[in-house]
C-alpha cells in the first residue's frame, strides 16, 4: 500500500491548468481568473448620498429652504445654493454646492413644506460617498488565480466589466463499468443492481461548477471498455470510472490503462477507497475509481475533486478539513490505513463552539444509506480509534445541517 499523499502526488504530476476564456460575470462563479481584472469605471462613479435625506448647501441663518429633489438614476441637477436643502434619496448624485447629507430622521419640516430644520449639526462631507472611495479606474480589482466568489463578482461589476477572463472549467465524462449494472429504473433481475454510481458521480461533478459528459455504463469487456473511454477522453478534459480498478480477473479499467503514460494502479492506505487507477488516453487523463459506492464518493473527495480544481486554474487539494468532538466512541483495529468514517453533525459543543458529530450507524463501502445520512468523513489515523469526547478532523461531504436552538450540545 501507499499513502494517499503518494497517489494524490501522482496524479497532479500529469496535470495542467486548461486555457482561458471570457465568461459573463454572472456567470463566472467559482471560476479562478486567468488574469488580474482591472477596473474600467470608478465605483462609485459620482459623488452620492448614503442615505436619504437632504442636500445640504452651505449653512445661513434659521431654516433651510426646501428647493427641490433628486433620487437615484437622476443626474445631479443644477448647484444647490446656500441655506437651501434638497431632498435625496440614497444613492442620487449629491448637487454641486452640496456640504453634507442630512438623515431625514434629524428633519423637521414645516407644516407648509417650505423649510426645514435639523436636530443636530453635520461635519462637512457627512453622508456623501465620493467618487472612487472604493475603486478607481486603471485599479487592479481582483489578481489572477483567484476563485471568484460572489462578493468577487459584484467588484468586477461595479468596476464596469460585463465580462472576465477565467481558466477553463473542465469537462469531465463519467462512465461506470461492470456487466451487473443496469440503469436506474429499469427492471433488475438476480446478479444485477442498478448503476449508482454514475449518477452519484454525475452529481459531484456538476457540483463543481465543470459539464458533465454521460459515457454511459460498460460490461467487462476491456474491448469494449477502451472504446468508450477513447470516446469519452474525445469529448472530455478528463475520464473518471468506477469499477474494474481491483485485483478481479474481470477488472477492465486496469487493463485498458496498463501502458498508458502515467499509468499506475495503486492500493492506497485509507479505508474505504483503497484500490485506484490512473492513465492517459490521448493526453486525456483517465482517474479509475473503486466500484463500491462509498468508496467511489471518497475517492471522489480526495483525488477527482482536487483533479478537477487544478484543471481549471486552481489548486490541487481537498475541501478543508474542520475539527468536530465526538458525541460516541468511534473505534477502528490497527490496519495500516487512514478511516474515513461516515458522521453526521447533531449540534455544537457550547464550550469550543465546535460540531458534535456521530458515527453513522452503515459503514460499509457498499452502504449508501449510511453516507446519506452524514454530512462529512472523520479522519481516523491508523490505531484503535477514538474516545467519546475526543477532537477529529472532518472532511465536509456538504452542508451541515441548520442547527437549532435545542441542538446545542454542552451548554
Not at 428647493?67 to 445631479?76: E, H, I, N, R, Y
Amino acid at each position: 500500500m501507499i499513502p494517499l499523499a503518494e497517489a494524490q502526488a501522482h496524479v497532479r504530476r500529469h496535470l495542467r491548468p486548461l486555457g482561458a476564456v471570457e465568461l459573463a460575470v454572472g456567470g463566472a462563479s467559482g471560476a479562478v481568473t486567468a488574469a488580474p481584472v482591472v477596473a474600467c469605471l470608478s465605483s462609485p462613479p459620482f459623488d452620492n448620498s448614503a442615505v436619504d435625506g437632504f442636500a445640504l448647501g452651505a449653512a445661513s441663518e434659521g431654516d433651510y429652504r426646501i428647493d427641490g429633489s433628486v433620487a437615484a438614476g437622476d443626474g445631479p441637477g443644477p448647484p444647490i445654493p446656500a441655506g437651501a436643502a434638497r431632498r435625496i434619496t440614497t444613492g442620487a448624485p449629491v448637487p454641486s454646492g452640496t456640504v453634507a447629507v442630512a438623515m431625514v430622521e434629524d428633519s423637521l419640516v414645516s407644516p407648509d413644506g417650505a423649510t426645514v430644520r435639523f436636530g443636530r449639526s453635520l461635519e462637512p462631507g457627512a453622508n456623501v460617498r465620493r467618487a472612487a472611495e472604493d475603486v478607481a479606474v486603471g485599479d487592479e480589482v481582483v489578481r489572477a488565480g483567484v476563485e471568484l466568489a460572489p462578493a468577487h463578482l459584484g467588484l468586477i461589476a461595479a468596476a464596469g466589466r460585463g465580462s472576465v477572463e477565467v481558466v477553463r472549467r473542465p469537462v469531465v465524462a463519467v462512465c461506470s463499468t461492470g456487466a451487473e449494472l443496469v440503469e436506474p429504473g429499469s427492471p433488475v433481475r438476480p446478479g444485477q443492481i442498478p448503476d449508482a454510481n454514475r449518477v452519484v458521480l454525475a452529481a459531484l461533478v456538476a457540483a463543481t461548477g465543470s459539464e458533465v459528459v454521460d459515457l454511459g455504463r460498460t460490461g467487462d469487456d476491456p474491448a469494449e471498455v477502451r472504446e468508450r473511454l477513447l470516446d469519452g477522453a474525445a469529448r472530455a478534459d478528463v475520464v473518471v470510472t468506477s469499477g474494474g480498478v481491483s485485483v478481479g480477473e474481470f477488472d477492465p479499467v486496469r487493463a485498458v490503462l496498463d501502458g498508458t503514460e502515467g499509468a499506475r494502479w495503486m492500493q492506497i492506505a485509507i479505508k474505504p477507497a483503497k484500490p485506484f487507477a490512473f492513465g492517459t488516453l490521448g493526453g486525456v487523463p483517465v482517474l479509475g475509481l473503486p466500484g463500491n459506492p462509498v468508496s467511489a464518493v471518497v475517492s471522489f473527495e480526495l483525488l477527482v475533486r482536487p483533479a478537477l480544481a487544478l484543471l481549471g486554474g486552481g489548486v490541487f487539494r481537498t475541501t478543508p478539513e474542520h475539527a468536530a468532538t465526538t458525541v460516541e466512541p468511534i473505534p477502528r483495529r490497527p490496519d495500516g490505513k487512514v478511516h474515513y468514517v461516515r458522521v453526521r453533525s447533531v449540534g455544537v459543543d457550547g464550550p469550543s463552539g465546535r460540531p458534535m458529530v456521530v458515527p453513522a450507524t452503515a459503514q460499509g463501502s457498499h452502504q449508501l444509506a449510511g453516507l446519506a445520512d452524514s454530512d462529512g468523513l472523520a479522519v481516523l489515523p491508523d490505531g484503535d480509534g477514538v474516545d467519546a469526547g475526543a477532537t477529529v478532523s472532518v472532511l465536509p461531504l456538504r452542508r451541515a445541517p441548520l442547527l437549532g436552538a435545542d441542538d446545542t450540545v454542552g451548554e
